[in-house]
C-alpha cells in the first residue's frame, strides 16, 4: 500500500450527470449514456500521483522540519519542473525555514494532464490571441473514440467541471476503432498493424479520406479495405472527368428554360443536400460520402450527362437555346453543389477542380441548402423510372450486338411516367419512335419490372 494523491469526484457525480444531460452534445446519442453510466458507477476518488519512470512531473518541493514531517510546496506556474532532480526555485526556499528540500518522484496519471488538453488546443496559454474566451465552451467539438470515454472525455468533464463550473465543450463526436481487413483489431503482437503512408502513396490522401469516411457509420467500427481505398481513387479521377465535360460548355445563369430532364436531376440534387446536411450537423460523413458517391457517379454521370450531351452541344438544332442553356445550367449547379459537399471528405480534388475553374479555394464557399425551387415529386419519381428505362436500352442495344450510338429500328413503349422525357429519350438512345404504355400484337419485352417494349 502507498499513499497518493487524490482529485475529488464522488461528491460532484450528479452534477457532472447534468452537465452531460442537458449541455452537451454527443454523437451518436447512445454514447452519452455509456458516459452517464459510468459517473453513476464511481466508488472512489481519482488516484492521480503514480509510481513510474515516465510521465508528467508532479511540481512539488517537500520542506523537511526538526522533527520530520513534510510540508508540500508548490513553485510559481509558468515553468516545468523536474523536482527529482532540478533545484527548487528561489519561492520555494524561501518557503521552507529548515532549508532541507525533497523533491517528489512520482508523475501524474496520464489522464490528468491530457484531460486539459482541450485547454491547451484553445490558445489558453496565447492570451495574446485570445481564442479561448471566445469559443469556451459553445464551439469547441472533441472527437474521439468510444473506447476512452470512461478515460479521456469523462477526466476531461470533471477537470472542466472544477476548473470553470461548465462542461469542456459542447460537442463530442465519437468514433469506432480501425480494424483489419478481417475485422480483428489491430496489435503489433499479431503483427496485423496497416502502414497508412503506402497506400496513401499509391492511391492518394483523398482517396484514403474517402475510404474512412465510407467505411463505418459514425461510432461503428470499420475494416480497412484496399478495394475502398481504389474506389476512393476512381471516384476522384471520375470527379476530374466529369469537371472536364462540364467546363467545356459556358456557366450561364439567366436566359435559360429547364427541361423535365433538369427539373428532375435538379429534384434529386436537392434530396442529395438535404441528406448530406443532416448527416454533417449529426458529425456523420458516412451518409456524405456514399450518398455524393452514388449520385455523382451512378445518377449524375451515367444517366444525366448521358441524356443531356445531344441537348448540351445542340449540334442537331433540335432544342432551343434557352433549352441548350437549361442544359449549361444544370451541369454547372450540379456540379458545383457536389463538389462542395465532398470537399469536407475529398478537400484536395475537390479544390484542385474549383481552383481550376474559378481561381481561387472551394474550402472558402458556403454550401447553400436546397433550392425550393426544384422541389417536385412528379420529377423526383421520374427518376428511378428514367434509370431503368437506360439500363433496359442498353442491354437490349448491347444483346442485339449495336452500339450505343446505332438507331433503333422500332417503336419503343415506355412507362407513361416518362413521357414529359420523350424528346431526350429519343435524341439519347437514337429511338426512331416513342410511344407509352403497353403495345397490342406482338412485341418484345425488354424489361418486364418496368416495363419497355419493342415491336419492330
Known amino acids: ?56 512531473e508532479i511540481p512539488i518541493w517537500y520542506c523537511i522540519d526538526e522533527e520530520g514531517n513534510a510540508k508540500p510546496i508548490v513553485p510559481k506556474p509558468g515553468k516545468y519542473y523536474r523536482p ?44 495574446n490571441i485570445r481564442v479561448f474566451e471566445k469559443v469556451y465552451p459553445h464551439s469547441i467539438l472533441r472527437p474521439q473514440g468510444y473506447d476512452i470515454i470512461r478515460t479521456w472525455l469523462y477526466y476531461s468533464v470533471v477537470r472542466a467541471y472544477l476548473l470553470y463550473g461548465k462542461p469542456p465543450f ?77 467546363s467545356s460548355f459556358p456557366e450561364v445563369n439567366d436566359n435559360y428554360e429547364l427541361t423535365p430532364l433538369d427539373l428532375m436531376i435538379l429534384a434529386k440534387l436537392n434530396e442529395v443536400v438535404r441528406d448530406s446536411l443532416n448527416a454533417y450537423n449529426e458529425f456523420d460523413v458516412y451518409v456524405p460520402a456514399n450518398t455524393l458517391y452514388d449520385f455523382a457517379w451512378h445518377v449524375f454521370a451515367d444517366h444525366y450527362l448521358e441524356a443531356v450531351k445531344s441537348r448540351a452541344y445542340n449540334r442537331d438544332g433540335l432544342f432551343t437555346e434557352r433549352q441548350q442553356r437549361g442544359a449549361w445550367f444544370t451541369l454547372y449547379k450540379v456540379l458545383k453543389t457536389v463538389l462542395k459537399l465532398l470537399a469536407p471528405i475529398m478537400p484536395f480534388v475537390t479544390d484542385q477542380i474549383w481552383r481550376s475553374l474559378y481561381g481561387e479555394s472551394i474550402h472558402r464557399q ?20 428514367f434509370m431503368e428505362f437506360n439500363r433496359a436500352i442498353w442491354t437490349y442495344k448491347n444483346k442485339a450486338g449495336l452500339s450505343l450510338n446505332e438507331p433503333i429500328e422500332g417503336v419503343i413503349y415506355a412507362p407513361e411516367v416518362l413521357k414529359p422525357l420523350e424528346i431526350e429519350l429519343k435524341a439519347m438512345h437514337k429511338i426512331r419512335e416513342i410511344k407509352f404504355g403497353k403495345p397490342v400484337g406482338n412485341y418484345e419485352v425488354l424489361d418486364e419490372s418496368l416495363p419497355v417494349y419493342l415491336v419492330k
Not at 527548487?88 to 496519471?109: A, F, H, I, T, W
Open 1 to 56: 500500500m502507498t499513499k497518493e494523491y487524490f482529485l475529488k469526484q464522488l461528491q460532484f457525480k450528479d452534477e457532472l450527470v447534468r452537465l452531460v444531460q442537458n449541455e452537451m452534445i454527443i454523437k451518436p446519442p447512445e454514447y452519452a449514456q455509456t458516459l452517464i453510466d459510468w459517473i453513476k458507477s464511481l466508488e472512489f476518488d481519482w488516484p492521480i500521483s503514480r509510481r513510474r519512470y515516465y510521465g508528467t
Open 84 to 127: 527529482w532532480k532540478d533545484d527548487p526555485p528561489p519561492e520555494v526556499k524561501e518557503q521552507c525555514p529548515s532549508g532541507k528540500l525533497v523533491g517528489e518522484d512520482r508523475v501524474l496519471d496520464t489522464w490528468f494532464d491530457s484531460s486539459i488538453s482541450w485547454i491547451y488546443a484553445t490558445g489558453y496559454t496565447k492570451p
Open 170 to 246: 459542447k460537442y463530442v463526436r465519437i468514433s469506432g476503432m480501425g480494424l483489419d481487413e478481417k475485422g480483428e483489431a489491430m496489435h503489433k503482437s499479431k503483427g496485423n498493424i496497416i502502414d497508412p503512408i503506402p497506400p496513401v502513396e499509391k492511391y492518394g490522401a483523398d482517396a484514403a479520406r474517402f475510404w474512412a469516411a465510407a467505411s463505418a457509420k459514425l461510432g461503428s467500427d470499420y475494416r480497412y479495405s484496399e478495394q475502398l481505398i481504389r474506389t476512393g481513387h476512381d471516384f476522384a479521377v471520375k470527379l476530374w472527368n466529369i469537371a472536364r465535360f462540364v
Open 366 to 385: 458556403l454550401i447553400e441548402d436546397p433550392d425550393p425551387r426544384f422541389d417536385n415529386k412528379e420529377y423526383l419519381n421520374m427518376l428511378e423510372p
